[in-house]
């Protein structure tokens, strides 16, 4: 196999093996239902952690793997299937999906795939993106498990240019010395290293740097003690709490602060409190300082507590020191008794930061503008978190698995030790010694550089890398990673590259892939968490002012070295053959084993290519996951890895040899690389036609797509109608509790939605149709469709409001898009999916709320009117976040605005709207009416829809223009006439009106006088 695309896929050498499986009952079960509330309660822990074949790699905004095998299985099995029973089924020999043709065009991380072949499906599987193929590739491709363990260690003996086996030699770049036990000795191992850039205060009078720490907080962490509760002190008799373990962050007990009123632990904060000394078997007293002998703790029932921990910088003296208790305002250096303030660094707002020295306060761009092109921002070490097995007590172990962890042989520890039950890791400064190992690991890297493999190419501008890289002046892709960084990745990358078997060797490159995720100038660490965050923890490249240093290779600490991350790697090739899927049973997750295998088959291929020109052998169902606007930007994004795995694999796949990877082709909205939504949406139209082409006439093409108010969602739509399907289903995917959507309403939750399209067959032979006339349909439609949702299509469990909406707003797309292109107004012109959209959502809406019933002629009103009558008409002000949730699915908010319904408020900073009274829009309404009229003549194309003249124009200004020429005591009359169609909605809704809003009274009244009934 190879990246290239072939153009076609026609002809495939095993075309001929390929069944058809009969499909007698054509309609799938997906068709009619999907188990939304289930799969959304399965996505929920699957999301917290992918299964292990979906963590070998980092690749952007992953779904739900059991959101796609629901999908797989509720197209394959016939309608009325139940489908939460075949998904917890195995179905390694089920005739109903062995051998079923799945194509996947935008096969990404791979989840459509995956699932496929565990279901025994022959699977085609097509992305732009290089770095996609790759990571599918390794996915799926069968690989013997022992033999993979044995290729890891050979990789682990393998020797560097310093001739040191490769281990050994990354483990040593990452050394430091115990501050506990390591007087002299650097045996301790470094997790993280802490650094922080400085910008250069652009006061031409000061330029000093300018470290940019946010604060000089380093770690946070409450770590469970036990205690004795109310020991008694056998001197002074007094009370306090005997702490056996010792709660520490950092070795040094000189280091350490107490907060005098609640150090003790929490729910114990007025408690005095002493450590036990194990060794002495002694304790101080915290009444009388005396020293007391305390009887043997271990057959004492203990009790458990949490102290609040925070390990602190000071800003003066470079000191680590730990506060314990709560961290006040202002705290005070125990080595240099300088007072300052732990949450308040030399940052502020965004992107700005204030010198100290000189009071200076500009942006941090601004001061990189004054910076030579090709220089960065200076950067500097501020404190190690380490790991000393010694102190750990595993100083001992002579026994390690495979990986290098070490087998937890405990031994006894005969020195009092602040940091053993923090199971041997410390934070400490930064010493001459840390130093040094960085300085010699930089004069490495320029002697070796020339002979290692590491990405020299230029980072090209890009939407996303303009603003991220380039304006930091990260011009080169190495600039990312800092010099012992780039010794030791190359140095690896160059190890794996000597690995024989390519299989083997490109596992490997799995686990190198995830490490350098994390292993870069980008790589944040959490206070809060003490873990860290891989550049990509936001789907952009967000420069950091301060970042970890991780140890490359790894031991027993630390969240992404190598060693776990190729440990993951391993776990995922593990799945592979001992596949499993979650449920949830007594409000627990379990998991239920399989015995479906994950392996590419015979029949099965994925390609690196373009899907905007393939052609292969007729297939079952497309099942996929289109790009998203211009919402997640792959190939910018994937270059990051590309550039890196490219100087191992461009021998072999000729779609790793160009610099980056393809962007012309992509289908995104890319406004820097002159992508407008419109190219977006004809690069889906030209994939969604291939996919027509290419599917049996009873197919499906089902996908899954992120569901926002915006336009991209107006876009996808129109795309599908214009290549020729019609969308039957439409279901909503969210991992949040049912309970908190029941909670949430309308207000802004994040959706997926499913969407089940069929081909749409002889289209040509249809007749034009009006759009009052589908309008009714719809209508009846909904009201059918809401009876189903009643009586338990979608399971026992209630849908949440939202849920319903979008299940109904999908239902009636299916009459829109079934008569795409051949629905007209009035006026003879075709109206388009965004009119459509609007009127579909409103009706919706209104068959849906029973909380706010509208009188049943006004069942088809236009959505400004609905908003003002059922929510405005009654008030003179609205706050804006009100505004957007009654306008929420219906229109954008700004329609009011325009429409001139309301106006942005002058109070509370324009978080207000005001309502406008009908006497305020009198005057431009004139204008309105006075140039429609004379339009008003002409011929309808459907004389049973007279009121459609009126379809432009929103009721509601038809009722202020006559409450308007009311109040000016102008002539009503002869307007009644020209609203005649519309006169019955008229009158309801100025009765509905001046019983919500009785200051409408007189306006009213009079108009309605003059209406005969
Ligand atoms: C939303 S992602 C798929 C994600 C995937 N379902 C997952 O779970 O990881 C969309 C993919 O479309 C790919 N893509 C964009 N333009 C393409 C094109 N013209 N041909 C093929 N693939 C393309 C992108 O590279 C990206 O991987
Ligand atoms: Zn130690
Ligand atoms: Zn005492
Ligand atoms: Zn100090
Ligand atoms: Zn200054
Ligand atoms: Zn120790």
């Not at 800003?315 to 305002?329: A, E, I, K, N």
């Not at 090209?460 to 010794?487: C, D, V």
């Not at 140095?491 to 000597?498: P, Q, R, V």
Request: glycine letters at 6%.
């Amino acid at each position: 196999m190879n990246g290239e695309l072939r153009h076609s896929l026609q002809g495939g050498e095993s075309e001929g093996e390929w069944v058809t499986p009969s499909m007698e009952n054509s309609k799938r079960a997906i068709e009619e239902s999907f188990p939304i509330v289930e799969i959304n309660r399965l996505a929920i822990p699957e999301r917290n952690a992918f299964k292990p074949i979906y963590q070998m790699h980092k690749w952007f905004a992953r779904r739900a793997s059991c959101v796609f095998r629901a999908i797989l299985l509720g197209a394959m099995k016939p309608a009325g299937t139940d489908i939460m029973d075949e998904f917890y089924k195995d179905h390694t020999h089920d005739p109903d999906t062995n051998g079923v043709r799945i194509l996947d065009p935008f096969m990404g991380g791979g989840t459509t795939v995956v699932e496929a072949l565990r279901l025994g499906c022959h699977v085609t599987g097509i992305d732009l993106n290089p770095v996609a193929w790759f990571i599918v590739k390794t996915e799926v491709e069968p690989v013997n498990i022992e033999d993979l363990k044995a290729a890891f260690k050979r990789l682990e003996e393998r020797p560097t240019l310093s001739g040191k086996p490769i281990k050994e030699e990354l483990l040593s770049h990452y050394k430091t010395e115990c501050p506990c036990c390591g007087a002299g000795r650097e045996e301790a191992d470094i997790i993280y290293n802490f650094w922080v850039k400085s910008a250069i205060c652009t006061n031409p009078t000061c330029r000093k740097p300018v470290p940019l720490f946010p604060d000089y907080i380093i770690a946070m962490k409450s770590p469970t003690v036990r205690y004795l509760p109310d020991y008694k002190c056998n001197s002074c008799s007094k009370e306090f709490d005997l702490d056996i373990g010792r709660a520490s962050l950092i070795s040094e007990e000189s280091l350490m602060v107490n907060n005098p009123r609640d150090a003790s632990g929490d729910r114990r904060s007025n408690k005095r409190w002493a450590r036990y000394n194990p060794i002495e078997k002694n304790a101080k007293c915290p009444w009388c300082s005396k020293t007391i002998m305390v009887g043997p703790v271990n057959t004492v029932k203990k009790e458990k507590k949490k102290v609040p921990l925070a390990v602190l910088l000071c800003p003066h003296c470079s000191s680590v020191w730990q506060y314990r208790g709560t961290l006040p305002d202002e705290v005070s250096c125990p080595l240099c008794s300088k007072s300052y303030s732990a949450h308040e660094g030399n940052t502020s707002d965004k992107g700005s930061f204030i010198c100290p020295s000189c009071g200076t306060k500009d942006q941090i761009i601004k001061s990189i503008r004054k910076l030579p092109e090709d220089q960065l921002l200076p950067t500097s070490l501020y404190a190690i978190e380490g790991y000393c097995p010694e102190c750990a007590g595993n100083g001992g172990f002579d026994e390690t698995d495979l990986l290098g962890n070490s087998k937890n042989r405990k031994q006894e520890v005969t020195h009092i030790c602040n940091i053993k039950d923090n199971n041997g890791k410390f934070f400490k400064k930064i010493t001459p010694s840390d130093l040094k190992r960085y300085q010699d690991a930089e004069k490495r890297w320029e002697k070796e550089k020339g002979s290692l493999p590491y990405p020299k190419s230029e980072i090209p501008i890009g939407e996303k890398t303009k603003s991220g890289l380039i304006a930091h002046h990260y011009k080169y892709w190495y600039h990312m990673f800092n010099p012992r960084q780039l010794l030791c990745l190359s140095t690896l990358l160059k190890a794996i590259g000597e690995e024989e078997d390519q299989v083997l060797k490109e596992m490997l490159l799995s686990g190198f892939f995830t490490t350098i995720e994390s292993n870069n100038v980008f790589t944040r660490h959490r206070a809060d968490a003490d873990k860290t965050e891989g550049v990509f923890a936001r789907h952009d490249f967000q420069p950091k002012a301060t970042f970890a240093e991780g140890n490359v290779w790894g031991t027993e600490y630390g969240k992404c070295t190598f060693l776990k991350c190729f440990n993951k790697a391993l776990e995922g090739k593990e799945f592979c053959y001992s596949t499993f899927d979650r449920k949830v049973s007594q409000e627990k997750i379990i998991s239920e084993e399989r015995d479906e295998v994950i392996e590419l088959n015979q029949q099965s291929k994925i390609f690196c290519g373009n899907s905007q020109n393939f052609i292969m052998s007729e297939t079952n169902f497309v099942i996929t996951d289109p790009p998203y606007a211009g919402n997640v930007n792959y190939s910018e994004l994937a270059d990051f890895f590309y550039v890196w795995l490219r100087l191992i694999l461009s021998k072999n796949y000729p779609c790793f040899s160009p610099e980056i990877t393809p962007k012309a082709e992509e289908i995104i909205e890319n406004p820097t690389r002159g992508k407008s939504a419109t190219d977006y949406k004809d690069g889906l139209i030209e994939v969604w036609k291939r996919c027509n082409e290419n599917l049996a006439d009873d197919g499906l093409l089902v996908f899954t797509f992120h569901h926002s108010e915006g336009s991209a969602w107006e876009s996808l739509l129109e795309s599908l109608c214009n290549a020729g399907f019609v969308i039957e289903a439409i279901y909503p995917i969210h991992s949040e509790s049912e309970t908190s959507l029941h909670l949430m309403d309308k207000q802004a939750i994040s959706y997926d939605l499913i969407h089940v399209c069929k081909k749409k067959v002889n289209f040509s032979e249809e007749k034009k149709r009006s759009w009052a006339g589908v309008r009714q349909e719809i209508r009846q439609k909904a009201r059918e469709e809401i009876k189903v949702i009643e009586s338990g299509r979608y399971g026992k469990e209630k849908l949440s409001p939202p849920d319903v909406n979008i299940i109904l707003i999908g239902k009636c797309l299916e009459l829109y898009s079934r008569h795409y292109g051949q629905i007209v107004d009035y006026k003879g012109e075709v109206v388009p999916l965004q009119e459509a959209l609007t009127a579909i959502r409103m009706m919706v809406e209104q068959i849906v709320s029973a909380q706010r019933p509208l009188p049943s002629e006004l069942e088809h009103i236009d959505p400004i009117s609905y908003v003002y009558l059922t929510c405005l008409c009654d008030r003179k002000e609205i706050q804006s976040d009100e505004v957007h949730k009654t306008t929420r699915g219906i229109m954008e908010p700004e329609a009011l605005i325009k429409t001139g319904v309301i106006r942005k408020g002058r109070a509370k900073r324009g978080r207000t709207y005001e309502v406008k009274l009908p006497d305020e829009r009198y005057k431009e309404l004139q204008k309105l009416f006075l140039s429609t009229r004379k339009t008003i003549d002409q011929k309808f194309l459907f004389p049973e829809m007279e009121e459609a003249k009126f379809d432009r124009i929103p009721l509601v200004d038809a009722l202020h223009y006559l409450m308007g020429l009311a109040g000016a005591s102008e002539n009503i009359v002869p307007w009644l006439n020209e609203f005649r169609p519309i006169i019955p909605q008229i009158r309801v809704s100025l009765e509905y009106m001046i019983e919500k809003n009785p200051t409408f009274r007189e306006p009213i009244s009079k108009v309605l006088s003059l209406i005969e009934v």
